[in-house]
T-cell receptor, first 114, second 111 residues
Framework: DADVTQTPRNRITKTGKRIMLECSQT?????MYWYRQDPGLGLRLIYY???????NKGEISDGYSVSRQAQAKFSLSLESAIPNQTALYFC?????????????FGSGTRLTVV | AQSVSQHNHHVILSEAASLELGCNYS??????LFWYVQYPGQHLQLLLK??????LVKGIKGFEAEFIKSKFSFNLRKPSVQWSDTAEYFC?????????FGAGTTVTVRA
């Protein structure tokens, strides 16, 4: 099993719909992150959580919300999806003791908003 | 805060050619720098990292990077690329305990 699992792998949704992307990890790390990847822009941080009771906005949090249901689970929601949220979304977890070498990424969720 | 810029958006080269991808960072205190690779359809994988010490860092798959503090650079190199090196490459830096990424460079290696 993968260390970081994202579901779904691919999703097409309509403008205005609510959608949730899920992420679970088996690394036992406290820190989790959501990034979106757009061509020519790299990965940009949406939200991050350093433990179950901690939620922080990243660079581009508008239009998104998150829920940290447990140490292992960190979900990203689009309350009312819009076409410019079409992107590849990555979840990650990290071990602070290893710096960025302790980051583990999921395989990504490709979201298309039509 | 750190920011990261990558010079090249798309690089096309032939097998056995040498590769160098540019990366510059903005100064923001202690520097921790990384290169990641993303093969088509796959997630990010760490190629190499620099925290301190020897500025020439060797990573996996024959890649290396050189940290040049005076130039605020951390360029990635490989002496002889293979078709399997076709991928997107991201430079990244730690920013307030979080990774900040450059825009990425797409590398296409022609057989």
């Amino acid at each position: 099993d993968a260390d970081v699992t994202q579901t779904p792998r691919n999703r097409i949704t309509k403008t205005g719909k609510r959608i949730m992307l899920e992420c679970s990890q088996t690394k036992g790390h406290d820190r989790m992150y959501w990034y979106r990847q757009d061509p020519g822009l790299g990965l940009r941080l949406i939200y991050y959580s350093f433990d179950v009771k901690d939620i922080n906005k990243g660079e581009i949090s508008d239009g998104y919300s998150v829920s940290r249901q447990a140490q292992a689970k960190f979900s990203l929601s689009l309350e009312s999806a819009i076409p410019n949220q079409t992107a590849l979304y990555f979840c990650a977890t990290s071990d602070p003791g290893q710096g960025a070498s302790g980051y583990t990424f999921g395989s990504g969720t490709r979201l298309t908003v039509v | 805060a750190q920011s990261v810029s990558q010079h090249n958006h798309h690089v096309i080269l032939s097998e056995a050619a040498s590769l160098e991808l540019g990366c510059n960072y903005s100064y923001g205190g202690t520097v921790n720098l990384f290169w990641y690779v993303q093969y088509p359809g796959q997630h990010l994988q760490l190629l190499l990292k620099y925290f301190s010490g020897d500025p020439l860092v060797k990573g996996i798959k024959g890649f290396e990077a050189e940290f040049i503090k005076s130039k605020f650079s951390f360029n990635l190199r490989k002496p002889s690329v293979q078709w399997s090196d076709t991928a997107e490459y991201f430079c990244a830096a730690i920013n307030d305990y979080k990774l900040s990424f450059g825009a990425g460079t797409t590398v296409t290696v022609r057989a």
